[in-house]
């Protein structure tokens, strides 16, 4: 069975910084693009990061270049986003996904990964 179980969210104070974990189980974790979207309330998905499998590259949407950073442990199969200074803005649920190819296509700048996980809430006072 495919799991994809987002943790380390949480409430802080604008500049700061959070690092979220994604556990991966059920399948090979190099053989599909993975990445992390967020949802704010009443707002449309808005993608943040996708990795590819071929050239290992992420690419990173402009709300997160420059803030936001991806890492992978194959070991333990999971899958981290680093966020330092935290905005307002960024308050919202996070997700990891998959899209069920090995390299990002379009839709990850929309979100629309094809399996993700329930997610964990991120709150950033000012």
């Known amino acids: 069975e495919v799991q994809l179980v987002e943790s380390g969210g949480g409430s802080v104070q604008a500049g700061r910084s959070l690092r979220l974990s994604c556990a991966i189980s059920g399948f090979t974790f190099d053989d599909y693009a993975i990445g992390w979207f967020r949802q704010a309330p009443g707002k449309e998905r808005e993608g943040l990061t996708c990795t590819s499998v071929s050239d290992r590259r992420t690419d990173y949407a402009n709300s997160a270049s420059g803030r936001f950073t991806v890492s992978k442990d194959r070991e333990k199969k999971m899958l981290y986003l680093q966020m330092d200074s935290l905005k307002p803005e960024d308050t919202a649920v996070y997700h990891c996904?998959?899209?069920?190819?090995?390299?990002?296509?379009?839709?990850?700048?929309?979100?629309?990964?094809?399996?993700w996980g329930q997610g964990t809430q991120v709150a950033v006072s000012s």
């Open positions: 996904g998959i899209l069920w190819i090995p390299d990002c296509d379009s839709r990850w700048a929309f979100g629309e990964y094809e399996y």
